[in-house]
């Protein structure tokens, strides 16, 4: 599979992600973000575990656990806190500096250079979401804005932990898949109960919903994502974010009627474009000439993988 194909199904996921808003508002129970942070991980978790037919072994349950928290248990929660702190606007464009927090922790754990060219990218992306999102009338709160930053740092170190520890040997990206959602839902279920109490009741859109939100928003994005994490840099990967807002702000214009103002619009295209762009390949280091004219002829020629 080429690198394009790779890019496309990797950005699957924040697109998917782009949705929750729209299911969450038309066929969830309003008002219970912590449980359905729940029902998205856990179930998902235990589905992808029981089809993998793979438990984690030796330090990978404590791995497990750790990416699960970093990626989901904590994230979710977080995310959660900063959008009923923050009008919705500010919310996302706190979520959209997380790949500025990938350049820099990739960088320090896996050796991936911090390029000019990728901190652009980022700090544009998250200039066109801010143009879709933000309103005059966005108001900030001190622990929404912490609240939204550490989630966005939580997600961030999770992706380039998960790329730091990769896979274990012989067991492919569904399994891991399921062992952090399953951590991630049991981080969430503890908190949900304390936070909002017992489960709310459940109507046939409620299921409708959740089921949605298990396969498809959660089970196979976070397949597809941590797919991609091993397949591409973090940088890359992470920079597929800001997918997810303006997803949202699509959904939200051609299915809840919400007007697109030229401003948004703008917004939009600029922070298509800073993504489109920070997927690009750099340019290849060329071979010196001394060492091109030492290399024997039958030396088998090494090939490097995106």
């Known amino acids: 599979m080429n690198r394009v194909t790779t890019i496309v199904l990797t950005a699957l996921a924040p697109i998917s992600w782009?949705?929750?808003?729209?299911?969450?508002?038309?066929?969830?129970?309003?008002?219970?973000?912590l449980f359905t942070g729940?029902?998205?991980?856990?179930?998902?978790?235990?589905?992808?575990?029981?089809?993998?037919?793979?438990?984690?072994?030796?330090?990978?349950?404590?791995?497990s656990a750790v990416l699960g928290t970093l990626n989901i248990?904590?994230?979710?929660?977080?995310?959660?806190?900063?959008?009923?702190?923050?009008?919705?606007?500010?919310?996302?464009?706190?979520?959209?500096?997380?790949?500025?927090?990938v350049v820099g922790l990739a960088a320090l754990l896996l050796g991936e250079k911090a390029k000019l060219r990728n901190v652009l990218a980022a700090i544009v992306a998250a200039l066109g979401v801010?143009?879709?999102?933000?309103?005059?009338?966005?108001?900030?709160d001190l622990v929404g804005v912490i609240a939204g930053i550490v989630s966005s740092a939580s997600m961030g170190a999770g992706t380039?932990?998960?790329k730091r520890w990769g896979r274990p040997e012989g067991v492919g990206p569904l399994a891991v898949t399921g062992w952090q959602l399953t951590a991630g839902g049991l981080v969430i279920i503890p908190i949900a109960a304390l936070i909002e109490g017992a489960p709310p009741a459940l109507d046939g859109k409620a299921f409708l919903g959740y089921g949605?939100?298990?396969?498809?928003?959660?089970?196979?994005?976070?397949?597809?994502?941590f797919r991609g994490i091993g397949k591409?840099?973090?940088?890359?990967?992470?920079?597929?974010?800001?997918?997810?807002?303006?997803?949202?702000?699509?959904?939200?214009?051609?299915?809840?009627?919400q007007a697109l103002s030229p401003v948004q619009v703008l917004g939009m295209v600029?922070?298509?474009?800073?993504?489109?762009?920070?997927?690009?390949?750099?340019?290849?280091?060329?071979?010196?000439?001394?060492?091109?004219q030492q290399a024997p002829l039958t030396e088998t020629p090494k090939i490097k993988v995106a």
Not at 212 to 225: D, R, V
């Open 232 to 257: 591409l840099s973090a940088t890359s990967v992470t920079l597929l974010g800001p997918l997810s807002p303006l997803t949202a702000a699509v959904i939200g214009w051609a299915a809840l009627g």
């Open 38 to 63: 729940a029902m998205r991980a856990l179930p998902a978790g235990l589905l992808l575990v029981a089809l993998s037919r793979a438990l984690p072994k030796g330090a990978w349950w404590w791995k």
């Open 160 to 162: 380039v932990m998960t």
């Open 270 to 292: 600029i922070a298509f474009g800073a993504t489109v762009f920070g997927q690009l390949p750099g340019r290849a280091a060329k071979p010196k000439a001394a060492e091109s």
């Open 212 to 225: 949605y939100m298990m396969l498809i928003n959660t089970g196979a994005a976070y397949f597809l994502w």
């Open 130 to 140: 801010s143009m879709v999102v933000l309103t005059s009338q966005a108001q900030l």
């Open 18 to 33: 782009g949705s929750t808003y729209f299911v969450a508002s038309e066929l969830l129970p309003p008002d219970r973000p």
């Open 73 to 101: 248990g904590a994230f979710f929660p977080l995310l959660f806190l900063a959008a009923y702190r923050l009008p919705g606007g500010v919310a996302a464009v706190l979520g959209s500096a997380g790949p500025l927090f």
